[in-house]
Nanobody, 124 residues
Framework: QVQLVESGGGLVQAGGSLRLSCLAS????????VGWFRQAPGKEREFVSA????????YYADSVKGRFTISRDNPKNTVYLQMNRLKPEDTAVYYC?????????????????WGQGTQVTVSS
């Protein structure tokens, strides 16, 4: 069982940066792949980024590639999403999710555990 708590969201101007954190409970977190998803009002939840259990493999949606960076610190049970050059269209609730399957899952149904989400608002 893994419990996830996101933090780091907030209000930022376009072009600014935020770093989201996903803190996990559980001694086996280092065995889990982690993904970030987001959901904007009136839209479906979409994949943003994912990282394999050992941090070697990372994946990004085309819309964030080159602007967002995912990383993890397993001793701290934390996965980060550094978001740079933010745009108004990045506004959404951001969720982290975890699973122990194959790395690189981009579909939300492939993840077993979810956090409650953190709001990111980018003003123009």
């Amino acid at each position: 069982q893994v419990q996830l708590v996101e933090s780091g969201g907030g209000l930022v101007q376009a072009g600014g940066s935020l770093r989201l954190s996903c803190l996990a409970s559980g001694r086996t977190f280092s065995l889990y792949n982690v993904g970030w998803f987001r959901q904007a009002p009136g839209k479906e939840r979409e994949f943003v980024s994912a990282i394999g259990w050992n941090g070697r493999n990372t994946y990004y949606a085309d819309s964030v590639k080159g602007r967002f960076t995912i990383s993890r610190d397993n001793p701290k049970n934390t996965v980060y999403l550094q978001m740079n050059r933010l745009k108004p269209e990045d506004t959404a609730v951001y969720y982290c999710a975890a699973d122990r399957g194959v790395t690189g899952h981009v579909n939300d149904y492939e993840y077993d555990y979810w956090g409650q989400g953190t709001q990111v608002t980018v003003s123009s």
